[in-house]
Structures are given as C-alpha cells and as structure tokens.
C-alpha cells in the first residue's frame, strides 16, 4: 500500500526543520533521537533508519592500552619534554 504524507517545513538557525508522523517513525522503526539518513538520486529521496555505528574497538583492548599509558606514563612525558 502507498499513501503520501504532507508536512510543512520551518526555518531553525541556518537549517529547514521538519517533523517525522508516527506511522513514519513506526514504518522506520525509529524514535525520537536515532540518526536518519537520506538516500538521494536523481530528483527522489529516501528517508532510511541510519545503521547504527559499530564498535571498532573492543572493550579488551581499551583496557589493555590504558594499562600500557599507566605504566609508560613517566616515559610518555619525558618525550613531550624534549
């Protein structure tokens, strides 16, 4: 089934603001907060629910470079002060 859903839109500082209805919101399966993005070709737009950042880092290897800046931290600042 397609429908179309008006809006209208607003000047917010230096942007074009608009609101997104519920059943759009719900269709996305999004909510307030969640980064959107839009696919645009030609003279058309695609709204889409943007794919979410996945960690490039794990906890496990945070943990172990804090520990190496712990340990090396006199050695780290002796550089910086050359």
Do not use: C, W
């Amino acid at each position: 089934m397609m429908y179309a859903l008006k809006r209208s839109t607003r000047k917010s500082g230096h942007s074009v603001i608009t609101t997104l209805p519920p059943d759009v919101m719900k269709k996305l399966g999004i909510i307030s907060g969640d980064n959107v993005e839009f696919v645009i070709k030609d003279n058309e737009v695609e709204l889409r629910k943007a794919a979410e950042k996945k960690e490039t880092v794990s906890q496990e290897f945070l943990k172990m470079a804090e520990e190496v800046l712990d340990e090396y931290d006199q050695a780290f600042r002796g550089l910086v002060d050359r």
